[in-house]
Structure formats: C-alpha cells, structure tokens
C-alpha cells in the first residue's frame, strides 16, 4: 500500500457524540505519527435525519478540538465530492458494473414478504438470512412484479461455504462464515446505496488504506469484505475500537451527563483538556504520564497500545485532567472561560465596563482552585447572597460546628470584629493589599493572632470556617457589605443564646430590607 491514509466519517444526525470524537481522534493522531493523511467526508445517505446543522455542529467540534483535516469537507481534494449525497452517479456506475458482471441482482420481494421468510427461519431455530428467492428471475416474473408496482432493491450475491478473515489492529485475527451473510441489498429501492456498500465505494476511490472506527461495526466488515472481493478491490486494514461505557458500565447515554464534544465546550472545559482525556479512553501510554501535549500524545500514540475491553468515561477523570489544564491560563483566559456562566445566574452585565471587569476576574481567580470547569463558577456566587449563608450549630453530630461553636463564643471574637470593622471603616478603598494590610492592624491593636483572627472574620462573612483567600473574599463582598455583615451577626448574636446541648441547627438569614 501507498501512504496511510485513513478517514473519519461520521453521519450528521445530531450533536457530534462524544464517541465519534473518540474515534476521529484515534485516526488523527495515527495519520500524524505515520506523516499520512487524514480525510474527513459525511455519509448523508440517512435523508430522513441528515441536517447540514449537525454536519456544521461536526466540523466546528473537530475544529475547537484542534483536530484539522488534510483532504475532505471544505478543505477539498482529489476525490471529491465528500458527502455522500453528491456522488450518486459514481455509486451507480459501479452498482451497474456489479449487475453487469452478474455479481449482483434485482430483488423485488415487498418488506411484507421477507419478513415472513424471517419469521419462518426463526421458528425454525435458523439465522435469519435472505433465502434467495430473486437469485434467477426470468424475465417474465420481473415484468410480472414491475407491472405490480414493485421497486426493486440490489443485493449482492455473496459466495457459499467462504470464509472472511482478517487481522484487526485491535481484535488480532477475525473470521466470519459467508454462509451466515447471505444476499444483503446493497442498494435500496429508492436508489440510495446502503452504509455498506457506499462506505466500500469511498473508502477505496479516496484511497484510504486504514480504517479505524468503533466496536460496533465489526459485524459489519464481513459484508464489506464481499464488496471489496467482487468488485476486485484492495481491502484496507481494519481497526475496531471498543465502545465507551458509563462508570455503571452501560452504554454512554444522556443518563450518564454530557454526552456530545458541544455540552462540554459549553460547560467550560478546555479542549487540550479533552483531547487528553479522550486519548486515554481505550488507550495505554507505555509510560505513567497522563498529561500529553498534543505533540506528544501524536509521537506516543500506537494501535497496539489500544485496548480491547470497553473504556470506562470517568467524569472525575476528566475533571482532575481539565483543572490540570486551567491552571496554565491566564487569569484573563480563566475569565473569559467563566463569563457564560456568570452572565447565566445574572452575576455578569451583558455589557462590562473596566470595574466589572477587574471584579469579576478576581472572583473567577478567587476560586480557582476550587473548579475543575468553567460552569462550576456558579456554585460559588451564594456568596455574595447573605440570606443563604448559614451557620450549623449541630454540636452531637459535627465536629466542624463544635469548633465553629467554640470560635464564635470566644471572648476575642467579639474584639476582633469590632476592631476590624474600626479598620474597615478607615479604608477608602478596598483591595486585597488594603485589606491584608487593615488586618494586620488589628492583629496589632488587638493582640490577637492566626486564627482567633482570621477564623471570625471569615466566619461570620461567609458563614463557613474555610475558603480561598480571606482578603480575596472581603474585596470582593465589599465594604459596606462587609460591615452590613457583622452588624447583623452582633444583631443576631445579642438575640440568641447558644447552648452546647442544643440539638438544632439554627441560622442566620437576616433580610437586608428589614
């Protein structure tokens, strides 16, 4: 064979699947490693559900993943057209060679029909499989069912007591039993060629010489094998990559979250991040990296390293490997990653002015270490909603509210707290180096150090004893929030008797417009 050559074909019939992604990578970074080719056509022959949206939803997926194609699709090239639904005519040149040649044939039996004859081979314990009934029609018959209305289907005559074997760069050796095959039509009554019988057609006029592609249509190779035969062509090699499961190992469906490249574009995560990922579902490194530039995941990646069981779609996996990736951007770029998400919960103005934007990057700098995507940045907005902070005093059942307890009750929390709101008050702006340095001031006034200081302060601001930085925090909340805030907590406190033995959970939600 000449140079690799291989292609992803996908069928533009919905969101580009998460799997299919898996699958075009497999070829992408083989067609690199071995300086091939990579194409990529649409096989558009499923009229009913073929849109040009999804077909534009695949290309602009390929594209954010950084996956480009050499030959194909817009990009062009020798052996175009490269969807399916253009290049009629060159299937019928070849689909009437077949009939010509007398290795294909007319079929004129109705749905109705066949399905009895399936019915009857499966009372019967048998696999069911065409029984032939058109193999040698006279010409008085085919007149007979023309005149009937009937339009007939072609099927391919596939050789008797043949076997079809062959070496999959995955699966090792493979064979299939042509008695078990049957005639299969390889053209529908409408004229449409079916998927195996087009895919053979475009695989060999493009010249592809590998074919990689999921588990599923290993059932299908046999048929293609007679195809390639008859017609006299070179069978490609054939690699068959295991199916992707949930962690419950089913089938990766919607049950098990975001199943398309586009949800995960959309939740945040950054696609080197899911390259990555996707690279190490059903493929081993020799080594124990786990994080792979993409230079390195095309001269690390081999065929042989694949595996052949089900790869399990871990979304933990996924996270730890996309926080790994968010920690090299910018604070900038983290912004930018999370402003769908705070525009969505209404934290972002549609229109940010410098002030917007300073606060709202320190925001998405604040937390992040604390998110391993863009969209999980709304999980941490309650906190400028003081009605939601909540004060747990469930003494027999935490130990964090013990020690919760215990800092709120010490007789230095209440001097902290009004020393630092004293120092608050003298600020006249507020900023992280501002309000580092008010803190350190009353740790001087006050004596006080390490966390008889910092815990009230952040306790009674965020209602928790832990969280990023604490000066991050204050900036962001505020002065006059800030001090709104202990002085609703000096309110409450003044009106609540706390008692070790109390068994409830009680909390603070004061309402500003009371």
Not at 104 to 125: H, I, K, S, W
């Amino acid at each position: 064979m000449s140079s690799m050559k291989v292609r992803f074909a996908p069928s533009p019939t919905g969101p580009f699947h998460i799997g299919g992604a898996r699958s075009a990578l497999f070829n992408w970074l083989l067609a690199r490693k071995e300086k091939g080719t990579f194409v990529l056509r649409i096989e558009d022959t499923d009229l009913a559900r073929s849109t040009r949206e999804s077909e534009e939803n695949i290309k602009a997926s390929l594209q954010w993943l950084g996956m480009n194609w050499d030959e194909g699709i817009d990009v062009g090239g020798d052996n175009g057209p490269y969807r399916q639904t253009e290049r009629l005519d060159l299937y019928k040149e070849v689909t009437q060679r077949l009939l010509d040649e007398g290795k294909a044939y007319e079929c004129y039996c109705t749905p109705e029909e066949l399905d009895a004859v399936r019915q009857e081979q499966m009372d019967r314990g048998e696999t069911p499989k065409y029984n032939g009934h058109c193999q040698h029609l006279d010409e008085e018959t085919k007149a007979k069912y023309i005149a009937e209305g009937r339009k007939p289907t072609i099927r391919l005559r596939v050789p008797l007591n043949k076997t079809y074997a062959f070496d999959d760069m995955v699966r090792g050796h493979v064979s299939f039993e042509s008695n078990g095959v049957g005639d299969f039509v390889i053209v529908k009554s409408d004229g449409i060629p079916v998927y195996n019988f087009a895919v053979v057609m475009d695989d060999h006029m493009m010249g592809i010489t590998h074919v990689i592609r999921a588990e599923e249509h290993l059932s299908n190779t046999p048929r293609q094998m007679a195809i390639y035969e008859a017609l006299g062509w070179e069978i490609p090699k054939f690699g068959h990559i295991s199916l992707i499961l949930g962690k419950d190992y089913k089938k990766m469906s919607k049950r098990h979250g975001a199943t398309s490249v586009e949800q995960y574009k959309q939740l945040g995560y950054l696609p080197e991040a899911l390259v990555n990922f996707l690279a190490l579902l059903g493929w081993a490194p020799e080594g124990e990296e786990e994080f792979f530039t993409q230079d390195e995941l095309i001269q690390a990646f081999s065929m042989d390293r694949v595996a052949k069981n089900p790869a399990v779609f871990d979304i933990d996996k996924l996270n730890h490997i996309n926080f790994h990736y968010m920690k090299n951007l910018s604070d900038e770029e983290l912004f930018h990653l999370c402003l769908p998400h705070l525009k969505e919960v209404g934290l972002a103005p549609d229109s940010l002015n410098q002030a917007d934007f300073d606060r709202l990057t320190l925001f998405c700098t604040t937390f992040r270490d604390h998110i391993s995507y863009g969209a999980q940045i709304k999980e941490y907005v309650d906190i400028f909603d003081y009605n939601k902070i909540r004060f747990d005093y469930n003494l027999l059942n935490s130990t964090l509210d013990y020690e919760l307890d215990e800092i709120l009750k010490m007789d230095s929390t209440s001097i902290v707290l009004d020393s630092f709101s004293d120092e608050l008050y003298k600020l006249s702006t507020i900023t992280p180096e501002s309000v580092k340095g008010a803190i350190k001031s009353v740790v001087k006034s006050t004596g006080f150090k390490g966390k008889l200081v910092f815990m009230p302060i952040r306790i009674v601001l965020t209602g928790t004893m832990h969280g990023p930085d604490l000066n991050n925090i204050i900036t962001l909340l505020g002065k006059e929030e800030c001090l709104y805030r202990i002085s609703c907590y000096k309110q409450w406190q003044e009106s609540t008797q706390l008692s070790q033995n109390t068994k409830d959970v009680l909390y603070l939600s004061i309402n500003k417009n009371n």
